[in-house]
Nanobody, 114 residues
């Protein structure tokens, strides 16, 4: 059974940075895609960034140029480096991974104060 465990969330001032980590219990190299979604209060869960097995990436337009996704298959970990954070980035951030099935982490809170 695959488990995804996120860490690195917290409270930061606008303009600051955070780095989220997600450790998978299985080998990340077996996942076709890994990435991050987020859900703000009262809103639907939305895509933040994805990284495909061959290394290509997708970012939501709102985070392009500020967030960077990366993965370390040796450490079974996917990262999200978040720079120039804005109050509108406040949300619960969820790790996502997929093979033939989809998996989600429990979420980590990111709060950006103005």
């Amino acid at each position: 059974q695959v488990q995804l465990v996120e860490s690195g969330g917290g409270l930061v001032q606008a303009g600051g940075s955070l780095r989220l980590s997600c450790v998978a219990s299985g080998s990340t190299s077996s996942f076709n895609v890994m990435g991050w979604y987020r859900q703000a209060p009262g809103k639907q869960r939305e895509l933040v960034a994805l990284m495909w097995i061959l290394g290509s990436t997708n970012y939501d337009d709102s985070v392009k140029g500020r967030f960077t996704i990366s993965r370390d298959n040796v450490k079974n970990t996917v990262y999200l480096q978040m720079n120039s954070l804005k109050p509108e980035d406040t949300a619960v951030y969820y790790c996502y991974a997929a093979t033939s099935a989809s998996y989600w982490g429990q979420g980590t809170q990111v709060t950006v104060s103005s």
